[in-house]
């Protein structure tokens, strides 16, 4: 029975184990005997803070380095790229020339106009007046007052619906007026800004690209970032979409895809180059169409802006032919 009974440790040996148990630091740590539980809140509370800058740190990264805009965020950067809104809403009044030069499939040049916009936004609405000389040197003015559309032809009135059809002004929708086609041509002219009209809808897309379409779009030669707009049904049922180069934020090319009167949508695809900055403005001075062949189908070539310009008073009232120079 004696066997059993193990030798009781001396104190030498417990209190050898009960300091090998206590790590070497812990006098090291500082102590508050009169408040020690203040002292652990303290603890907690520096805990939570640095929990809360780390989160906040992380959210300033993801908002302004990792996360992908927004359709409308996007919208925002090329505005800016372009000139910004307060810039254009500035402008008021101004022209600029548009050179259409019409080719066939083979490249050769069939057709060239001339055409010179003139243009002032007031309160009421935009004003436009298109002056139109062809390849054989006749020159057609239509515009719009106060009591309604007017043309004249070499200084001679005319019929508006006729010179602006002759002029390819007009598009075949029974709702096509004779400043129909250079209404569009200024819209689009006045693109991105317009993308901040009430009513758009913007989104993000994506899809791939070969060397031969990075090639026709320029800019850097990045892929670029594909921006498509719509409409709410009350502002319009056509649809947009923009190539917009990630450097330089800059429209590269659009397609368009208009809906007509019998439902039909017709695509359109022009790629915009040579862009320029003009009184604050930065914009494609050349749009391009391709024949499937690769050939120049057409193009539009801008020239002459001046988007400072001061009309005279009366400037777009109907007049006769002798008040139609100085122009």
């Not at 057709?111 to 390849?135: A, C, I, N, P």
């Not at 002004?169 to 819209?187: L, N, R, V, Y």
């Not at 002459?304 to 777009?316: A, I, K, Q, S, T």
Request: aromatic residues 12%; hydrophobic residues 35%; proline residues 4%.
């Amino acid at each position: 029975m004696n066997q059993d009974i193990r030798p009781t440790k001396g104190p030498k040996e417990s209190q050898k184990k009960s300091e090998e148990k206590i790590p070497w630091w812990v006098d090291l740590q500082v102590k508050d005997l009169v408040r020690p539980i203040t002292v652990k809140r303290m603890q907690l509370l520096s805990a939570g803070a640095l929990v809360l800058a780390l989160a906040v740190v992380g959210y300033y990264a993801w908002e302004n380095f990792l996360r992908e805009p927004t359709g409308a965020e996007f919208v925002d950067e090329i505005v800016d790229a372009a000139g910004g809104l307060d810039t254009w809403n500035d402008i008021d009044q101004g022209q600029f020339t548009r050179t259409h030069n019409l080719y066939d499939e083979t490249g050769e040049l069939l057709k060239s106009t001339e055409e010179t916009f003139y243009f002032k936004r007031t309160v009421e609405g935009l004003k436009l007046q298109v002056k139109s000389v062809g390849d054989d040197h006749s020159e057609v003015v239509v515009g719009k007052d106060d009591y309604g559309f007017w043309a004249t032809k070499d200084n001679q009135t005319v019929d508006p619906m006729i010179a602006a059809k002759e002029e390819g002004m007009m598009c075949d929708s029974k709702f096509c007026d004779p400043q129909c086609a250079s209404s569009m041509a200024f819209f689009r002219f006045s693109m991105p800004f317009k993308l901040k009209d009430r009513g758009v809808n913007a989104s993000l897309a994506s899809t791939g690209f070969n060397i031969a379409e990075l090639n026709l779009l320029g800019g850097s030669g990045k892929e670029p970032t594909l921006l498509d707009i719509s409409y709410d049904p009350e502002v319009g049922k056509d649809s947009w979409r923009f190539y917009v180069d990630p450097q330089d934020k800059l429209i590269h090319k659009i397609e368009y895809y208009n809906k007509s009167d019998k439902g039909e949508t017709r695509p359109e695809e022009i790629y915009w180059t040579d862009h320029k900055t003009v009184d604050g403005i930065t914009f494609s001075h050349r749009w391009t169409r391709y024949w499937p062949n690769g050939k120049v189908m057409d193009e539009y070539v801008y020239s002459d802006v001046n988007l400072d310009r001061e009309l005279p008073d009366g400037f777009f009232n109907r007049r006769d032919g002798s008040e139609l120079v100085g122009r």
